[in-house]
């Protein structure tokens, strides 16, 4: 599915540096592009949930939470502070204890929930914090951001479902990253789910089992 995707993109983009494009034409060599992006995300993401449901390439160890989520805030800060947002991280005191999961996963999962809270907060603030909960390891992100609706959160974490809203057109998405990290908590036997506020923001929070040392 995915091997055929560079080299459309890579013709497309030649195009304009072979003759002379008219602004209509180069304006349809940019759909043309977007459009092969698209579609290289969306088999990205299918390929991920294919790969996390089947159990492929799992590895297991004691991870450090509070690590991954740090890592994850030094990767999208650029991005936040590109759209105006404070970033902030909130640990407790007491060290944290480690959880029994795939770090890249792990990850993966963080690094959805804290993008789409910098890209559904317009202006503002997102905020890490990790804390622990009898056996397990919360990590929890929130936004001052648009909101959901109480009606759509059942179907949140389902794959392919967007809330088309009028501010949230033109940005760009595959539907699928709330159901990945849905699947990688359920291969970790955590859980996913939120609490939101439309005028005020959402906050999403992740459970993992504590690593138990035997
Ligand atoms: P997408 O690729 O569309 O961002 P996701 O599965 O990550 O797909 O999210 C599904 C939908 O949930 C999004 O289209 C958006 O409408 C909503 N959503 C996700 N995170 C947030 C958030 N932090 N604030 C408001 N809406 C959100």
Redesign the pocket.
Known sequence: LRSPLPSMRGYATMIPMVDKVTPKQQEFVDKIVGGIEHMTHLID?LLDIGRIEAGVDIEMSPCRVDELARRVMQELRPRAIANGLELAMHLQEAAISPVWGDRVLLGHAIT??V???I???FEGSVSVGLMEKGSQVVVW?R?T????EAV?LPH??E?????K?RD?IK???????????KSIADLHKGRVW?E?DPDR??T?YLALPKHVSE
Request: glycine share 14%.
């Open positions: 993401d959805n929930l993008d789409n809270a890209k559904y907060t992100i936004d951001g648009i909101g959901i759509h949140l974490f794959k392919f479902h967007r809330i809203r949230t940005i760009k998405g595959t539907g699928l990253g709330l159901a990945i990290v939120v939101s923001g959402s999403f």
